[in-house]
């Protein structure tokens, strides 16, 4: 959910050359989709970035749309898993306003290519195949989870409708901050988004 600096890697132990060259592209993959967008991450590029040559990419992959999948099942994973290392860091009491801090950081707001997916690649999401749809999906669940989790009512009714609208407003605003060419107001942006999440009004 936000910039992988933090969080320990998420990679499967790779045992044999074909295992770490996969992991390898899987990787680049990762960061290509957050930086380039989908339409714009290409395989050529992709294997040559990891490098390989274009012609080894379908002993990998059935298809691109198989690699996006997995790309974006990586990239969501991290973030995922950078989340939960930041909740984990600090009094459970501290967690959510910790978890909102990194998200809506200047420092996250600069690191597309190592930030959340969501917020990255989300308004190109509709456009995709479906595998790579089922794959970002599953990942946001888990995102409304971790937060769900540093909910000072979690367990009860209404933690996931709160949990949803704290993920939505986080994601809308980095969203928002990111698309303006106005400083001033990318920044008010996020400090408005934080104040409000933390204050709970």
């Known amino acids: 959910m936000m910039t992988i600096m933090q969080n320990k890697s998420t990679k499967l132990k790779a045992t044999g050359r074909k295992e770490i060259s996969h992991e390898r592209i899987v990787e680049v993959a990762a960061r290509a989709i957050r930086r380039s967008g989908y339409d714009g991450t290409g395989v050529a590029d992709i294997m040559k970035e990891a490098g390989l040559t274009h012609g080894g990419f379908y002993s990998h992959f059935a298809s691109r749309e198989a690699l996006l999948a997995e790309a974006a099942d990586r990239a969501g994973a991290e973030a995922v898993a950078a989340s939960a290392q930041i909740a984990a860091a600090v009094p459970p009491e501290q967690a959510l306003q910790a978890l909102v801090q990194a998200y809506l950081s200047k420092e996250h707001f600069d690191s597309i290519e ?13 456009r995709q195949a479906p595998e790579v749809r089922r794959a970002a999906t599953r990942r946001i669940k888990e995102m409304i989870d971790v937060v769900a989790r540093q909910l000072p009512d979690w367990g009860q009714p209404g933690a996931h409708e709160q949990a949803l609208m704290v993920v939505a407003t986080m994601v809308g605003t980095l969203l928002l901050a990111r698309a303006v060419d106005d400083t001033r107001l990318s920044d008010s942006f996020l400090d408005a988004a934080r104040e409000k999440i933390t204050s709970g009004s």
């Not at 190592?114 to 509709?126: D, Q």
């Open 114 to 126: 190592r930030g959340c997916p969501v917020c990255a690649l989300g308004s190109e999401m509709p």
